[in-house]
């Protein structure tokens, strides 16, 4: 069984930054297209960034554009999320997930992403 862990959140005040990791450890069988979701309290998932199984290609939220990146790491499913200029709305908590049928090379919607983690809280303080 294939488990994704993230690592990397915490408090930090508004204009730095943070930088997300997330591992899969088990049987992975091949790459996934890998992305990041957030939820704030009282307030529904919504997409963040996604990459394909190859690197290739991103998509980003239009609130995070240009101040978040994404990116795959040297195992074979690891991604990255570095977050800069952070603000007090990025306060959430953001999931890491794995779209392991790879049908979509950039999916946005949550409900195309299979295996998810666990969650790591990301706090900005004014």
């Known amino acids: 069984q294939v488990h994704l862990v993230e690592s990397g959140g915490g408090l930090v005040q508004a204009g730095g930054s943070l930088r997300l990791s997330c591992a899969a450890s088990?049987?992975?069988?091949?790459?996934?297209?890998m992305g990041w979701f957030r939820q704030a309290p009282g307030k529904v998932r919504e997409f963040v960034a996604t990459i394909s199984w190859g690197g290739g290609s991103t998509l980003y939220a239009d609130s995070v554009k240009g101040r978040f990146a994404i990116s795959r790491g040297n195992g074979e499913n690891t991604v990255y999320l570095q977050m800069n200029s952070l603000k007090e709305e990025d306060t959430a908590v953001y999931y890491c997930a794995a779209d392991t049928s790879g049908v979509v090379p950039t999916p946005v919607d949550h409900y195309e992403y299979d295996l998810w983690g666990q969650g790591t809280q990301v706090t900005v303080s004014s």
């Open positions: 088990g049987r992975t069988q091949s790459t996934y297209v």
